[in-house]
């Protein structure tokens, strides 16, 4: 016998030690994991690889003209995408600040015994639905159901509070505001399922000392139960920001991809996703370039949303140790 | 039983290479891409050819004009469709030959929406082209009203709806806008696109649906897009002043005006970017395919030469029910003549 492991005297002891079969799968599955890892990672730098290579010239000719210009006019070979790397962020903070409310508390009525489980489940499944509505949809749905319902306060608001710069112009139609109410939406699930699970993950018998210390049903949420799962919380909300930097679709129909700088909710902006998908099919070799440096920008930004995010709950972890 | 699944086998190889012989003898498969402004014609009509032609099948990829001269410069399709025809430089890469041949033409109509959906808005050539210009911002605009005098016009601002992804649609309107007023050319030129002015009443939608449907959801919006297009999704459009000062409400019949107001040349390519004529649609434009003239595959080019035919002759009689303009008489002779070359 070729065994690694001694043949145990009575193989039908429970504390036999792993067979030549547990030894092998164990092995393969370990070499598989691996593989994937491996292929993950190498999928990933042949992608910036390959991106980085192909925006190489453009960054060459253009330099930082291209992330601080905010003219766009391919006649003239004038690139500039500072208001695209505006409009994405600007949206998808927008969009992580309302879904950010509203999935976290979501997490917490679904979680914290307000409902029954059962009724909980079903309310959770309907939440993870949303996940699945493809993004085409979204943006029609943006555009013949949110921005009607959103036109007459918009245009109050510009009458009443103009003043204030974010009321600052009149709603046409596609613009920041319904581009970041739609993204939240979409968001929205990945939020409420990560922080649900990071709030059932909290160790039942938490609850029950801060109970039994005498607090409140609130007290125990907001003092106990969301600090103790802040962590995972933070995460949900790191993956929603870097799911709406990277939203394409429905933001190029939404967004009104025009090359303005503004706090404006109401004005038309642009996104860098939206400004790739869109320029992409008839570009020219010298506006790919430009395009690739622009796709490397993005990639950029969400990677350092990810790193900062990661650093953040890093401290936070250590800082409840 | 060896024997047997032996003599079996045997005649199934001979099956399979019979029928991949006749396959390879008949069956010409060619590929086109480009223009999307005139691919629901052309997929219909390569639909119809393909099932009426045993053997033949054509598929055509709608990817836009540039995408499909890119294409046809990298062999990578037997031919291409293009609303802006092809550049000499790029011709000159061809070494084959180029042969173009304008296959159909179309209108583009400025659609608009406007609080109680008065029909028949008149547009003067100086208002349109300056309503692109962002000069002419409100549509209770002296100008605008002095041509509707019939219209009750709102004192709301005028909302600019434009393509946001690059389209041949956006250069023959570019190309008229800067035929016809000379600030329009100074300040955007013409091209797939433009920069338009950045304020916050202009606004860039994708595809001719995502202009349409943006027009159709803004009170106040003027959008360009393709007549046909128009005509499906039932907006109101513009009737726009013509060179020789008069409104023409954009169909076929004032498209065939204007393309009959145009010779066209011996090398088959015409730009209407202002025709004369009283009853002519001012913004007409002819799109084109693009073929090799020497294909190496006297098969596929025959192929082609038929395609061409069926265009020409069942395929023209439907192109003004699908919002397209029958080409005049005389350039379909033109045409049949130049399909020759395709060998």
């Given at each position: 016998m070729n065994t690694p492991f001694a043949i145990p005297d009575n193989p039908d002891s429970a504390c036999r030690p792993p067979s030549t079969k547990d030894f092998l799968v164990d092995r393969a599955f370990r070499a598989l994991a691996r593989i994937?890892?491996?292929?993950?990672?190498?999928?990933?730098?042949?992608?910036?690889?390959?991106?980085?290579?192909?925006?190489?010239?453009?960054?060459?000719?253009?330099?930082?003209?291209?992330?601080?210009?905010?003219?766009?006019?391919?006649?003239?070979?004038?690139?500039?995408?500072?208001?695209?790397?505006?409009?994405?962020?600007?949206?998808?903070?927008?969009?992580?600040?309302?879904?950010?409310?509203?999935?976290?508390?979501?997490?917490?009525?679904?979680?914290?015994d307000f409902l029954p489980a059962k009724l909980a489940a079903v309310f959770r499944t309907i939440v993870e639905l949303l996940a699945a509505i493809p993004s085409v949809v979204y943006g029609l749905w943006g555009i013949y159901v949110v921005i009607p319902a959103i036109r007459p306060l918009t245009a109050w608001l510009n009458s009443e509070l103009g003043w204030i710069p974010f009321f600052g112009s009149s709603l046409s139609g596609p613009g920041l505001l319904p581009a970041a109410l739609v993204l939240a939406i979409m968001i929205l699930p990945t939020i409420a399922a990560v922080s649900q699970d990071a709030l059932t993950s909290v160790p039942m018998k938490t609850k029950q000392a801060a109970y039994g210390m005498g607090t409140t049903h609130w007290e125990a949420i907001l003092k106990v139960m969301v600090p103790a799962a802040a962590t995972g919380i933070f995460g949900s909300l790191v993956l929603g920001l870097g799911r709406a930097l990277g939203e394409t679709m429905a933001l190029a129909m939404l967004v009104g991809n025009a090359n303005t700088i503004t706090l404006s909710l109401f004005a038309p902006a642009n996104t860098l996703a939206a400004l790739l998908a869109l320029n992409f099919p008839e570009a020219g070799p010298n506006e790919v370039e430009v395009l690739m440096y622009a796709a490397l920008v993005l990639m950029f930004i969400t990677l350092l949303v990810n790193v900062l995010g990661s650093m953040i709950m890093l401290y936070a972890q250590r800082g409840n140790k | 039983?060896?024997?047997?699944?032996?003599?079996?086998?045997?005649?199934?190889?001979?099956?399979?290479?019979?029928?991949?012989?006749?396959?390879?003898?008949?069956?010409?498969?060619?590929?086109?891409?480009?223009?999307?402004?005139?691919?629901?014609?052309?997929?219909?009509?390569?639909?119809?050819?393909?099932?009426?032609?045993?053997?033949?099948?054509?598929?055509?990829?709608?990817?836009?004009?540039?995408?499909?001269?890119?294409?046809?410069?990298?062999?990578?399709?037997?031919?291409?469709?293009?609303?802006?025809?092809?550049?000499?430089?790029?011709?000159?890469?061809?070494?084959?030959?180029?042969?173009?041949?304008?296959?159909?033409?179309?209108?583009?109509?400025?659609?608009?929406?406007?609080?109680?959906?008065?029909?028949?808005?008149?547009?003067?050539?100086?208002?349109?082209?300056?309503?692109?210009?962002?000069?002419?911002?409100?549509?209770?605009?002296?100008?605008?009203?002095?041509?509707?005098?019939?219209?009750?016009?709102?004192?709301?601002?005028?909302?600019?709806?434009?393509?946001?992804?690059?389209?041949?649609?956006?250069?023959?309107?570019?190309?008229?806008?800067?035929?016809?007023?000379?600030?329009?050319?100074?300040?955007?030129?013409?091209?797939?696109?433009?920069?338009?002015?950045?304020?916050?009443?202009?606004?860039?939608?994708?595809?001719?649906?995502?202009?349409?449907?943006?027009?159709?959801?803004?009170?106040?919006?003027?959008?360009?897009?393709?007549?046909?297009?128009?005509?499906?999704?039932?907006?109101?459009?513009?009737?726009?002043?013509?060179?020789?000062?008069?409104?023409?409400?954009?169909?076929?019949?004032?498209?065939?005006?204007?393309?009959?107001?145009?010779?066209?040349p011996e090398s088959l390519v015409a730009w209407l970017p202002d025709p004369d004529g009283a009853k002519s649609y001012p913004i007409t434009s002819y799109t084109w395919m693009l073929f090799r003239k020497d294909n190496g595959n006297p098969a596929k080019a025959k192929a082609m030469r038929e395609m061409v035919e069926y265009s020409l002759t069942k395929g023209q009689q439907i192109a003004d029910s699908m919002g397209y303009i029958p080409l005049p008489p005389s350039v379909v002779e033109q045409v049949r003549k130049a399909s020759a070359n395709i060998q």
């Open positions: 994937g890892v491996v292929l993950i990672l190498a999928l990933v730098v042949a992608l910036v690889f390959e991106v980085g290579r192909k925006a190489l010239p453009g960054m060459e000719k253009h330099g930082f003209d291209v992330l601080f210009g905010t003219v766009w006019d391919v006649n003239q070979g004038k690139y500039g995408i500072l208001p695209a790397i505006w409009g994405t962020l600007y949206s998808a903070l927008i969009a992580l600040l309302i879904a950010g409310f509203f999935g976290v508390s979501m997490a917490i009525f679904l979680t914290q | 039983m060896i024997r047997l699944m032996k003599s079996a086998a045997l005649a199934v190889a001979v099956s399979l290479s019979a029928t991949s012989a006749t396959f390879a003898a008949e069956n010409v498969r060619l590929t086109g891409s480009g223009a999307s402004f005139p691919a629901p014609i052309y997929l219909t009509w390569f639909k119809d050819f393909s099932k009426n032609t045993a053997g033949v099948t054509v598929d055509y990829q709608s990817k836009g004009s540039g995408a499909g001269v890119q294409d046809f410069l990298n062999k990578t399709v037997d031919f291409a469709a293009s609303d802006s025809a092809m550049k000499d430089e790029d011709i000159a890469k061809v070494g084959e030959g180029v042969q173009m041949l304008p296959m159909t033409a179309g209108e583009i109509v400025l659609a608009y929406n406007l609080p109680g959906n008065p029909k028949g808005l008149k547009l003067s050539r100086e208002v349109y082209s300056n309503i692109f210009l962002g000069k002419v911002t409100q549509w209770n605009d002296p100008q605008i009203v002095a041509a509707n005098p019939d219209l009750k016009l709102p004192a709301t601002p005028i909302t600019v709806v434009v393509r946001a992804d690059s389209s041949g649609t956006t250069a023959v309107f570019t190309k008229h806008l800067s035929a016809i007023n000379p600030a329009f050319k100074e300040a955007l030129g013409e091209g797939n696109t433009v920069n338009w002015p950045a304020t916050d009443k202009f606004i860039k939608s994708p595809k001719n649906d995502g202009v349409t449907a943006t027009v159709r959801q803004t009170p106040g919006a003027i959008g360009y897009i393709e007549y046909g297009f128009a005509k499906l999704a039932k907006v109101d459009f513009a009737q726009l002043e013509n060179k020789a000062g008069k409104y023409v409400v954009p169909n076929a019949e004032s498209g065939a005006e204007a393309l009959a107001a145009v010779k066209m």
